[in-house]
Nanobody
């Protein structure tokens, strides 16, 4: 069993920054990949970024490249999403996810474990 808990969401004006955190617990040794997804009202859930657990291998959605950064603190079993230069289009519920698969992309179906989400609202 793997459990994920997100935090760090909130309201910010366009151009501002937020850092999301996700703490993993349980059988964390089984996790190969950690990722961030988001879903806005009326839209499909989309992949934002993913990282190999304990290594590199980062991947970002084109809409956030250059603005968002995914990183890890392995000692704390925590993955972060640093979000800079936020836009109103970034407003969504953000979810942390984990995968056991050897190879994954940014598809929700690649990830088997999910957090409950944290809301990010960007106003203009």
């Amino acid at each position: 069993q793997v459990e994920l808990v997100e935090s760090g969401g909130g309201s910010v004006q366009a151009g501002g920054s937020l850092r999301l955190s996700c703490v993993a617990s349980g059988y964390t040794n089984s996790i190969r990949w950690l990722g961030w997804f988001r879903q806005a009202p009326g839209k499909e859930r989309e992949g934002v970024a993913r990282i190999y657990n304990g290594g590199s291998g980062t991947m970002y959605a084109g809409s956030v490249k250059g603005r968002f950064t995914i990183s890890q603190d392995n000692a704390k079993n925590t993955v972060y999403l640093q979000m800079n230069s936020l836009k109103s289009e970034d407003t969504a519920m953000y979810y942390c996810a984990a995968a056991k698969g050897l190879l994954v992309g940014l598809l929700p179906s690649d990830f088997g474990y999910w957090g409950q989400g944290t809301q990010v609202t960007v106003s203009s």
